[in-house]
């Protein structure tokens, strides 16, 4: 079997097919996708309670979603094998315009709670193939020494999404100084989604692509759904040591209900959250653009990268947090209903709170960013990608949809607070061992190459024998 290290160099294309099949032109169009779907879905959520007065509703459908997501993330690598990345995208695209729907269905009929719950599992199902397609091609488009830039460049395109899904809510929003958004900005943003939709369909085959090193873009394999469910054991048995960034997998979406509900929904009128929501959205793509530079430093090797990076976030956690603390100490779940009256930015200490948001924003991005990095440092195998993406998606989405759930039933915000706290130093902490041993300063990204290709022959033979079994 061929290491994926030693792929055959390709000739160039010329005209509009070099720049149509250039891993940096389909990278943004990836990040037009997440864009137009889920971020534009988050600046929604960024409002806290999806804009609505009572976040009850919201946190129980971020749980379903996030539930549903957790289940089908484990199998979203071995079905987006079988459809091809484009089609997966595609189908994982539809969720989020039912999503939008159900909010705006909730704001006509206050009623349909059950409507927005249901609307939340079957996004979550979507944004397992979304993600899952995403993260494998995203991983697999740059050379070890671009990772971090391609990384940063998805991550700045998507959060746009965010960004101009704030601004929308901003202009509809900024006379208001009531707690819930206006129709008209969930209709807006539903109409950006729509076209999203259709961008995977002109998306170019991976497998006509070329990096800039001049080395093919390897194609995820389509192998039998029983080899495949299998690889996903393998994948655990030859790479045992994943399961140390299983915790930062568990820790990289906790930290949003706290930030949306807890401290943005909690704390600001409709009109102070809007803002908060664009300076959020604003701040992560600057948080990615950091952390992809220092993850990408030229003349610098991997491991200092890797170690530079990690000190950086870890950094930026415990700043962040411990300013956090201050301000979730002076309020309470109690002493700040959802009909009381909020924080408008004209009032004294919002600049203080808007800033720490905005720091929030940055950690979030760079706390993923760098899980991206990791991953795609350890391993230059798409379907292995497909497999680790899968992990990634699943336990991240486990554990937000219980923080979710937990907020809905009214745990005490500071409660909320250090758990995520905790938990983002955990798993920053556990990781290091992996970064230690699997972050070497050589390319080709996996250091167990001979021993998964060995493991990987005996599932091909094994479905190689079954085969000629049946024939017989």
């Not at 804009?51 to 539930?67: E, H, M």
């Not at 929003?173 to 002109?202: C, Q, R």
């Not at 800039?212 to 394999?221: E, I, L, Y």
Request: hydrophobic content about 45%; charged content about 10%.
């Amino acid at each position: 079997m061929t290491s994926p290290s030693l792929e055959k160099i390709a000739l160039p294309s010329q005209g509009f097919k070099a720049f149509y099949h250039n891993p940096y032109t389909q990278v943004s169009l990836l990040g037009l996708v997440c864009f137009t779907c889920a971020g534009l879905y988050n600046a929604m959520t960024g409002l806290g309670g999806a804009g609505q007065i009572d976040p009850t509703t919201s946190a129980n459908a971020n749980s379903a979603l996030y539930a549903a997501l957790a289940l089908l993330s484990f199998f979203a690598g071995s079905i987006m094998n079988m459809l091809g990345p484009r089609l997966t995208l595609f189908i994982g695209t539809t969720g989020y315009v039912l999503g939008l729907v159900s909010y705006l269905v909730i704001n006509i009929h206050p009623n349909a709670g059950s409507f927005v719950i249901t609307a939340g599992a079957i996004e979550g199902l979507c944004a397992a193939l979304l993600w899952t397609a995403q993260s494998t091609l995203m991983m697999a488009y740059p050379t070890d020494m671009q990772r971090g830039r391609f990384i940063s460049i998805f991550w700045a395109i998507y959060n746009l999404g965010g960004v101009v899904g704030a601004a929308v809510s901003l202009g509809q929003n900024i006379h208001l100084k009531t707690n819930s958004v206006s129709n008209e900005t969930y209709i807006g943003l539903i109409s950006l989604n729509v076209i999203g939709m259709a961008i995977p369909i002109f998306m170019a085959d991976p497998s006509r692509m070329v990096r800039s090193d001049g080395t093919k873009v390897t194609t995820p394999r389509c192998p039998s759904w029983t080899s495949e469910l299998r690889g996903l054991v393998t994948t655990l048995l030859t790479d045992p040591m994943i399961v140390l960034l299983f915790p930062m997998f568990f820790a990289s979406n906790w930290y949003f209900t706290w930030q949306f509900n807890d401290y943005n929904a909690a704390l600001f009128n409709v009109r102070a959250r809007s803002l908060n929501n664009l300076l959020y959205w604003i701040s992560t793509i600057m948080g990615s653009t950091i952390i992809g530079f220092v993850l990408d430093m030229p003349h610098r090797s991997r491991r200092f990268r890797a170690f530079s990076g990690w000190i950086l976030v870890i950094s930026v956690t415990f700043i962040v947090h411990a300013w956090a603390f201050i301000y979730q100490r002076q309020y309470t779940r109690e002493s700040v209903p959802t009909n009381s009256v909020k924080m408008d930015i004209y009032d004294q200490g919002y600049v203080g709170r808007a800033l720490l948001y905005m720091l929030c924003g940055a950690l979030g991005a760079m706390y993923q960013t760098t899980v991206y990095w990791i991953l795609g440092a350890i391993t230059n195998d798409p379907a292995k990608l497909s497999h680790y993406s899968g992990f990634y998606h699943s336990i991240q989405s486990a554990g937000a949809a219980g923080v979710f759930r937990v907020d809905a039933v009214g745990l005490p915000y500071m409660n909320i607070f250090l758990s995520t706290w905790v938990l983002l130093i955990a798993g920053l902490i556990i990781a290091l061992p992996m970064l230690y041993s699997r972050i070497h300063d050589h390319e080709g990204g996996d250091d167990n190459d001979s021993h998964e290709s060995s493991a990987t022959e005996v599932v091909s033979d094994f479905d190689s024998a079954s085969e000629k079994q049946r024939s017989v």
